[in-house]
């Protein structure tokens, strides 16, 4: 029988991507997406993908009624809680809907969790909430510092109601994985990135823009003190990153019943946003139109990953690199016009 494991948010960009991984490391996931922030589309990449069908229920996770019937008919193994809100900006507008969704959600899910004795999860956190960090490349023991936004202090918060939960001896075993900046999309283009809306992130800006969908990229600030003067992330390319969640699940397996660790996810590895730009301009052959704007507020500086606990822990380090990801992505975008066209 294979296990089950329920993704919440699984129709979503990182979500979609560790489905594939589950079913081609011979788990069976089932996903719960409201869709929110996703698109059908993204379950039938999945299906395409891997030759199955993908057993979804849509509806909300904060939905308790819903979460229990999931639970008592599909037989659930472990759980990978993807399902957020994820923009910083409209975050700082409306915190309350960010604090009830993702701090919320998490509590449906470990109160459901526990009524019908699943232990297992994998906690989607995030680099933000290391901030600024004083030194990098960062591991897990630098501190954490003040959230950013209201999105930031949601994982800072999730992150702590996982490891209070766990310090009370609750029968839950616990992994929280920090991702730095996932970018890239599935080799076949049939899962990618689909960002409603203008992209608050700056790849999927960047193969809009390469697409001529939108007219330039403005880089925030080039007088940062880094080699080109504009901000550097740790770029980890989604297939990888999938990899890493299937890898957590068969870690927890062989775990005491109580158990937590957290893990950060990246290459080890800074770019600045103009090697972003190069990069993609050399493996899409386009040229891509960008001016210098002002620095944006709350961005920071640099920051990357130390990622040995990952590579000692679980077994997990990135394989695949920025050209990679970016040609991945520009694939996905050109795949995403040629859809438009036969519609
Ligand atoms: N993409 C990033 O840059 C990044 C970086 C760090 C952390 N994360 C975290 O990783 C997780 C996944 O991110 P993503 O980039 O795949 O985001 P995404 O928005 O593509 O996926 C999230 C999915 O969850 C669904 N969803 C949201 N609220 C829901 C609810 N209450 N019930 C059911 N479904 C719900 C959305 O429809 C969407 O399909 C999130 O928790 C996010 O905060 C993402």
């Known amino acids: 029988m294979k296990k089950k494991i329920l993704i919440t948010g699984g129709a979503g960009y990182i979500g979609s991507h560790t489905?594939?991984?589950?079913?081609?490391?011979?788990?069976?996931?089932?996903?719960?997406?409201?869709?929110?922030?996703?698109?059908?589309?993204?379950?039938?990449?999945?299906?395409?993908?891997?030759?199955?069908?993908?057993?979804?229920?849509?509806?909300?996770?904060?939905?308790?009624?819903?979460?229990e019937e999931i639970f008592s008919t599909e037989g659930i193994a472990g759980v990978i809680h993807f399902a957020a809100y994820?923009?910083?900006?409209?975050?700082?507008?409306?915190?309350?809907?960010?604090?009830?969704?993702?701090?919320?959600?998490?509590?449906?899910?470990?109160?459901?969790?526990?009524?019908?004795?699943?232990?297992?999860?994998?906690?989607?956190?995030?680099?933000?909430?290391?901030?600024?960090?004083?030194?990098?490349?960062?591991?897990?023991?630098?501190?954490?510092?003040?959230?950013?936004?209201?999105?930031?202090?949601t994982k800072k918060v999730c992150e702590d109601i996982l490891n209070?939960?766990?310090?009370?001896?609750?029968?839950?075993?616990?992994?929280?994985?920090?991702?730095?900046?996932?970018?890239?999309?599935?080799?076949?283009s049939a899962i990618g990135e689909l960002p409603l809306g203008v992209p608050n992130n700056l790849v999927p800006f960047v193969t809009q823009t390469g697409a001529g969908l939108r007219e330039q990229l403005t880089v925030f600030g080039d007088d940062y003190d880094t080699s080109d003067g504009t901000c550097i992330r740790d770029y980890i390319h989604v297939v990888d990153l999938a990899e890493a969640h299937v890898k957590s699940i068969q870690h927890l397996a062989d775990k005491p019943a109580t158990y937590f660790d957290l893990f950060n996810l990246g290459t080890g590895e800074g770019n600045t946003?103009?090697?972003?730009?190069?990069?993609?301009?050399?493996?899409?052959?386009?040229?891509?139109?960008?001016?210098?704007?002002?620095?944006?507020?709350?961005?920071?500086?640099?920051?990357?990953?130390?990622?040995?606990k990952a590579e000692q822990v679980l077994g997990w380090r990135s394989r695949l690199n920025l050209e990679d990801a970016l040609r991945d992505s520009w694939n996905w975008q050109l795949s995403l016009k040629e859809k438009e066209k036969m519609s």
């Open 86 to 153: 994820k923009a910083v900006g409209e975050s700082t507008e409306h915190p309350l809907k960010y604090y009830k969704n993702n701090v919320g959600s998490l509590l449906v899910l470990l109160e459901t969790m526990r009524k019908f004795e699943v232990g297992d999860i994998v906690f989607s956190s995030s680099c933000t909430v290391y901030g600024q960090p004083d030194e990098n490349p960062v591991k897990e023991s630098t501190p954490r510092k003040e959230a950013e936004s209201p999105y930031g202090n």
């Open 273 to 308: 946003v103009l090697e972003v730009v190069k990069t993609f301009e050399k493996v899409s052959g386009e040229s891509l139109k960008y001016k210098i704007g002002p620095r944006r507020s709350g961005d920071i500086e640099k920051v990357w990953a130390n990622t040995d």
């Open 164 to 188: 209070d939960y766990v310090k009370s001896k609750a029968p839950v075993r616990v992994i929280a994985l920090r991702y730095f900046n996932p970018v890239g999309a599935h080799p076949s």
């Open 19 to 67: 489905a594939v991984a589950l079913f081609e490391a011979g788990f069976e996931p089932v996903v719960i997406d409201d869709f929110s922030n996703s698109d059908k589309s993204a379950v039938r990449g999945i299906e395409k993908i891997v030759g199955q069908e993908v057993k979804l229920y849509e509806g909300d996770c904060n939905d308790v009624k819903l979460m």
